[in-house]
């Protein structure tokens, strides 16, 4: 093009962004060339930023495309755009002629631009976390991953296609999928009453009041389901607080729904239209069916329905007559929702309508707040919704993550403060990004435009209760009340408090003296919004007054909160202090996951190399982690302790060395990486034995014993653990938990019991549960465990059921993800052997998955093993193979539990013809695991299979033989319940 042409539409092209981007709230932060940036969300908040941003790029594209270029003596291709969108935080400052009229710094520009250069001709692209569930406004390619230059995480996005047809929020967001109706049986009842009211001739005005997300009109769809049974007339519309809704928006719908009218009709055939249905109506409306065509804004010019300026007195007139004739026929419910965004048009037609003589008319609007003139609903009978109660939010997260572990469900809870929209998102976030459902700490990708609902709730606040609300914010989730008035100078019945909480953001804590935020989320999102300078002043703030003039007595109760607002403002000293002493607390009440976090907290905030006590001290520290971490493992800890090991390395430290070694191979142990584990465990032997520290070196025979065992390397477990036990007997101090006596003595009866060993097992676990009893330790979780597997060896199901529920008590309440799953294991197999229920069956699925999940491997085999024996009974052919070869290949990670029970599986599928290799081989293979193992109820149950395989195939040569060795195992080993299955097949073999 010539430079005057390309300069003339560029002008062109720069008045259309002038034009369309405010006209949807944006802003234009920078034009360059035919390049825009423009921002939505600021001076102004909206909850619908996101769908405001991708609207305006929709018109821009649609303009571009229109553009003539017919420049003789040729023609050009028609012009394309290709545009980028994302929501985030950003941090403004003042433009210039170089940054445009703001300057907008962060991650989020960088991810908007670099989507803007991945998008293809005439491409839209907009990340999920803008828009989130709004994504069914539109067509959309769809949802992919892209990883972008410069961009750590890869970003989920959408290609936006054009505009879907869906008219409100819960269309768009229930395209997704609604869960099962839950709670609300009270407020259905009231509107199911208000309906039979009206039908008896009372006319009803219900407003149902709650603040956004709260389930309002997923009660009225299920109301109006009802009501459209009751032969009612059911009239519905919405307003919106977009720029382009129109006056009179909701009863236009209505009317034009109600009418037959839509838009793209000539003004000709929208008059003939209307005035058929007035006559079905009632033939008197007819004389109103001039202000009916002005009220729908019909352009006599052009033959189009539009809108333009409407007499407002005849419409409200013109409407009242239209309710009057309906309400004739049969009752009417009139529903419209987000009154709260009504014009004040639609408020004066509502109160007309009212004041009608209309006796059986219902209307039922639907609001997010009440008072300051920003709903006119006076005279409603108000319909309040509560957050869900912990049973109903935790109903419908396991609908939304079925499998989900307990520790995931309460979190999910607890940030969602109840409010159903907030549990939706965090689930179907969780669901997309983390197959690790444990670690839910701050919302992340996915929510945006929820920050963005809930951001524009807080921008409307008035400007001492934005600083009130942020303040308390970067207090924490629970705020101790003296705290805030000691800062603010707002006390629990200060009345800007009573207006956060009708704002649904803070009220009364549960413990006496405490408030806390409604929603974990808002919290969040709200403590991003303060500035990181004003921030981390509040900390310090926070801290000093915290340690200064903190209530007597409650000194520990602080610790936590001291180190997290003395880390927060980088005060690394104070910050590791509190967190070490917080961590010591958290430890001594057996809450392994706060222990694991101070800890790790005051290894982060410590610098090892500054001073040769500042390492001594890391080196405590990381011992007094790993210790946290035994009953409930994690990867992650095992950075800290490999450090360990390099420091004390360079400060060629013998003991701190060993002891490193030492946690290093007890972590591994625990994790099931038993290769692993025996290395360093028998490194750190040498190294204790050097150094000459006995009571080291007798800790880590005794986990060595311990790895042997899991490692069914019997002969010298038992040595090891018979070693310990015995020293650990002698040196037994009085009023010390014997922790470490009582898991020797369990491991030991594990070996026993695999070995057939039962009466002397159930011995060694009666005297390690007499050690600890009722201690809440999770000691015991963890031998409650051991004894529920040795009853289930030994066939007796019910004891092990109830030594795995107690079990799976204890470990919830110390928070190991576990032993508890290993309990929930251990129960559903339990179960399963005498209801044959699937839920059982579905526990040790979950269980299962949750620990792998995590990396956690530690005797998952006899959880594979378990489920391929059960899938296989349950003739699941396929998912029984699954599981016998996730159990094989934990076998060759010396994890061989569970080896000889998946064979047997597979052998009972190949009888069945399932498989390709003989039933046979598959007992043979079964066989030689029981016998490494010198596992006799292995054997035992081995040479049962192999009858009840041949009988099953008509082959009846040695199943006599098979049968008499078996009963002569299991009477020996006093398997009841195996005796007698052996004894029916006899039976049914003759």
């Known amino acids: 093009m010539e430079a005057e042409d390309f300069s003339d539409l560029l002008s062109h092209l720069r008045r259309a962004y002038e034009d369309i981007i405010p006209r949807h709230g944006g802003t234009i932060v920078q034009i360059r060339g035919d390049g825009l940036l423009a921002s939505f969300g600021y001076p102004e908040t909206h909850e619908d930023d996101g769908r405001r941003a991708t609207e305006a790029a929709l018109d821009l594209h649609d303009f571009v495309r229109r553009i003539p270029l017919d420049l003789s003596p040729r023609t050009l291709p028609p012009l ?36 803007s250069d991945v998008a293809q001709s005439d491409e839209i692209l907009v990340s999920e976390e803008t828009l989130g569930a709004e994504s069914h406004f539109y067509e959309t390619t769809p949802r992919r991953s892209l990883s972008l230059q410069g961009i750590i995480q890869p970003i989920a996005v959408y290609g936006i296609l054009g505009r879907a047809a869906v008219g409100t929020r819960f269309e768009a967001r229930s395209m997704r999928g609604l869960t099962s109706f839950i709670g609300r049986q009270t407020e259905l009842q009231a509107l199911k009453g208000s309906l039979y009211d009206i039908i008896k001739g009372q006319p009803q005005y219900v407003a149902i009041v709650a603040p956004a997300g709260m389930g309002k009109t997923r009660l009225v769809e299920e109301f109006l389901r009802d009501s459209a049974n009751s032969d009612c007339r059911i009239l519905r519309g919405y307003c919106e607080s977009y720029l382009s809704a129109e006056p009179l928006q909701p009863f236009l719908q209505i009317l034009r729904l109600l009418l037959g009218l839509d838009y793209g009709m000539t003004a000709a055939r929208a008059a003939k239209v209307l005035e058929r249905t007035l006559a079905e109506i009632n033939p008197d409306l007819l004389k109103y069916r001039f202000e009916f065509l002005r009220t729908l804004s019909l352009d006599p010019v052009n033959g189009q329905l539009e809108s333009r300026n409407i007499s407002l007195e005849n419409t409200i007139a013109a409407i009242c007559k239209l309710f009057d004739a309906l309400v004739i026929s049969k009752p009417v419910v009139l529903f419209i929702d987000d009154w709260q965004w009504a014009d004040v048009a639609s408020r004066q037609v509502l109160e007309a309508i009212r004041r009608g003589d209309n006796r059986t008319l219902f209307v039922l609007v639907a609001s997010r707040e009440l008072g300051d003139g920003n709903v006119a609903i006076g005279g409603a009978n108000i319909l309040t919704l509560a957050p869900f109660s912990a049973d109903e939010a935790e109903e419908i997260i396991r609908q939304l993550l079925p499998g989900s572990n307990p520790f995931t469900v309460t979190r999910i809870r607890e940030l969602s403060g109840g409010n159903p929209l907030f549990i939706e998102e965090l689930c179907h976030s969780v669901a997309h990004d983390s197959p690790d459902h444990n670690r839910i700490g701050r919302i992340h990708g996915g929510e945006a435009w929820l920050e963005k609902l809930i951001e524009s709730r807080v921008e409307r606040l008035k400007p001492e209760q934005i600083d009130l609300v942020r303040t308390a914010a970067v207090i924490g989730n629970v705020i101790p009340t003296w705290l805030l008035e000691r800062l603010t100078g707002c006390g629990e019945s200060h009345p800007l408090i009573a207006t956060l909480a009708a704002q649904d953001l803070i009220f009364p804590g549960e413990q006496s003296g405490t408030l806390r935020f409604k929603h974990g989320i808002a919290r969040d999102v709200i403590y991003d919004s303060v500035g990181l300078r004003q921030r981390n002043a509040l900390h310090k703030c926070i801290a000093d007054t915290l340690r200064e003039h903190g209530p007597a007595g409650a000194q520990e109760e602080a610790w936590e909160l001291l180190a997290y607002h003395y880390g927060a403002c980088g005060k690394v000293v104070e910050a590791a202090q509190y967190a070490e002493a917080a961590g010591d607390k958290a430890a001594g009440a057996s809450a392994l996951d706060r222990a694991q976090i101070q800890y790790g907290a005051a290894l982060s905030a410590l610098d090892p190399d500054s001073s040769q006590e500042n390492y001594e001290r890391w080196i405590s520290i990381a011992q007094r982690l790993a210790l946290a971490c035994v009953f409930d493992p994690s990867r992650d800890q095992l950075e800290f302790l490999q450090r360990a090991v390099v420091l004390a390395t360079a400060h060629h430290d013998q003991r701190a060395l060993a002891r490193a070694e030492y946690w290093v191979g ?129 066939g007796r199901w019910e004891d092990a059921r109830a030594a795995a529920i107690k079990g799976q008590h204890i470990a919830e309440r110390v928070r190991s993800l576990y032993l508890y799953a290993m309990n929930l294991s251990l129960g559903g197999y339990a179960s399963w052997m005498t209801q044959r229920s699937q839920k059982s069956l579905q526990a040790i699925v979950d269980a299962t998955s949750w620990l792998e999940n995590r990396n956690r491997g530690l005797f998952v085999s006899l959880n594979h093993g378990w489920l391929a024996d059960s899938l296989v009974e349950s003739e699941r052919w396929q998912q029984a193979r699954h599981h016998a070869a996730r159990a094989l290949l934990r076998s060759r990670r010396h994890d061989r539990l569970g080896e000889a029970m998946a064979y047997r599986a597979m052998a009972r599928a190949s009888a069945a013809g399932h498989n390709r290799k003989s039933p046979e081989v598959y007992l043979a293979l079964a066989m030689k695991n029981a016998l490494a193992r ?51 097949l006899r039976r049914r073999s003759r």
């Open 80 to 115: 394309h755009l290709h545009t980028g969108v994302h929501s985030g935080l950003v941090l403004l400052a003042d433009g210039d002629d170089l940054h445009g009229r703001l300057d907008l710094l962060g991650n989020t520009v960088n991810v908007a631009a670099r989507l």
């Open 666 to 794: 007890y972590i591994n142990y625990a994790l099931g990486e038993l290769a692993y584990a025996t290395r360093h465990l028998e490194t750190a032997l040498a190294q204790a034995t050097a150094v000459g520290d006995e009571p080291l070196a007798v800790q880590i025979r005794a986990v060595l014993g311990q790895a042997c065992a899991a490692a069914a390397e019997y002969d010298k477990s038992l040595v090891l653990l018979d070693e310990a036990i015995s020293i650990k007997r002698q040196f037994r101090k009085r009023g010390r938990l014997p922790v470490a006596l009582a898991y020797s003595l369990a491991c030991k009866a594990t070996v026993l019991g695999d070995r057939g060993l039962f009466e002397q097992a159930h011995a060694c676990l009666d005297e390690a549960l007499a050690a600890v009893h009722d201690s809440g330790h999770e000691v015991e979780a963890s031998i409650l465990c051991w004894k529920s597997a040795v009853s289930l060896w030994q």
């Open 934 to 984: 010198g596992a006799r109820h292995e054997i035992a149950v081995t040479q049962l299979c192999d009858a009840q395989i041949r009988l099953a195939c008509g082959e009846r040569a040695h199943v006599a033989e098979l049968l008499d060795q078996a009963e002569s195992l299991f009477e020996a080993m006093g398997m009841t319940w195996h005796i007698e299955a052996t004894r029916d």
